[in-house]
């Protein structure tokens, strides 16, 4: 069974509204009470061991992302910003999910795109992306040409968003020429520039604890900032890391959880493909003089072998929080064979539970706790840790 059928047992998604916005007419109780059954009838009917805590309510329930888009598209002749070419949304998309500093850019933005003078500029546009905080925003600018008109209007309009009230403290340009509904896309020409700053940052921070951490304006970072105590505190609650153990954190990043939570341990050990995540993670180390290890590399079933086979620790407990999709195909075995004390497996995409707790079953671990957090209010997504024990 699929998480979103075992949604529409108990609630029918709105014929109208904005993609992946289905429960913004729901009171928020009302919608936590729905992913609590839909979530337990999951459990059941996919055989998983246990059952579900409570879900951990976001302290937002609207107004919460950090990170928001918007494609920049011509209709009849007449500018848009919306989700996608195909939604029908006219001017300026609004979304219940993003806080009213990001419409407001939003609107700011369309004004001045609408003018004449930033034609070559607006034609030149696939998305606007606005990153940041509560307290401040980024906005990114992802064109699909680049030539010296473009530029010369991307820093025209760089300077009226500084003389601007809107708290932006940093623009920058994304160079994507394949037009992606990817909006930060991978896949460019090699000799291609692929990212300009206009003025400001171009890291963004975060806080926990005592601790400011850096990460780049174009890599993964929670879009709830609301949710990132609850986050860190459940992590904590479930691991209860002992001094005498090594935190081994998989798809670190920029190291929220290597760093929220690798006091409590002896040392951390931190890996990650993306390669300016690492490094801001290394710099975080360097800066507060903390001896906590991070490698880059992909988390494949042939590194876990080979790279991370000489990283081994007598007191071992592992994190892993793998995107959506889940993690590669033999990397759940590989990983059990390095017979960790504890395993805190991050699931953002619900409905691959099922398939990767079965792999850590057959690998001889079983499910101990099931803490599911409502890191997406409004949508029919939840984030859940599953901790494991041989």
């Not at 108990?10 to 904005?18: I, K, Y």
């Not at 195909?86 to 609107?107: C, M, Q, W």
Request: one cysteine or more; aromatic letters at 12%; proline letters at 5%.
């Amino acid at each position: 069974m699929k998480f979103a059928d075992a949604l529409r047992s108990f609630f029918t998604p709105p014929v109208l509204g904005n993609p992946g916005e289905e429960f913004a007419g729901t009171g928020y109780e009302r919608e936590l009470e729905i992913k609590q059954k839909a979530l337990e009838l999951f459990w059941q009917k996919n055989g998983i061991q246990g059952k579900p805590e409570l879900i951990i309510r976001s302290p937002l329930s609207e107004g919460y992302r950090t990170t928001s888009r918007r494609r920049v598209f011509f209709s009849s002749g007449k500018l848009h910003f919306g989700f996608s070419e195909n939604t029908g949304e006219k001017g300026v998309a609004f979304s219940v999910l993003e806080p009213d500093a990001h419409f407001r850019i939003y609107e700011f933005l369309y004004e001045k795109l609408n003018q004449d003078s930033f034609r070559a500029l607006s034609q030149a546009l696939n998305w606007i992306i606005i990153r940041g905080s509560y307290q401040y925003q980024t906005v990114i600018f992802n064109v699909h040409q680049m030539n010296a008109s473009v530029v010369r209007k991307l820093k025209q309009i760089a300077e009226h968003i500084q003389k601007s009230p809107l708290r932006v403290t940093a623009a920058h340009v994304y160079f994507d020429p394949t037009h992606s509904d990817y909006y930060l896309e991978a896949s460019r020409p090699a000799d291609a520039l692929a990212f300009k700053s206009l003025y400001g940052a171009k890291l963004l921070s975060l806080k926990t604890g005592e601790i400011q951490l850096k990460y780049p304006v174009t890599g993964f970072s929670q879009i709830n900032e609301s949710q990132i105590p609850h986050l860190l505190e459940t992590a904590s609650r479930l691991l209860q890391l002992e001094k005498s153990e090594t935190l081994l954190d998989l798809y670190c990043g920029y190291g929220l959880f290597s760093f929220g939570l690798g006091k409590l341990a002896k040392s951390v050990c931190g890996v990650e493909w993306e390669g300016a995540s690492i490094e801001c993670a290394k710099a975080s180390a360097r800066h507060y003089k903390l001896n906590y290890e991070f490698i880059a590399g992909r988390i494949q079933e042939s590194f876990v072998k080979t790279t991370l086979s000489g990283k081994r620790f007598p007191a071992e407990v592992q994190l892993l929080d793998p995107p959506r999709q889940g993690s590669l195909e033999g990397v759940i075995p590989a990983l059990a064979a390095r017979a960790p004390k504890r395993v805190l497996h991050i699931f953002c995409g619900t409905d691959v539970i099922p398939s990767e707790l079965k792999q850590w079953e057959r690998a001889g671990y079983r499910v101990q706790k099931a803490v599911p957090l409502d890191l997406f209010p409004r949508t029919m997504h939840l984030e859940t840790m599953v901790l494991l024990t041989k």
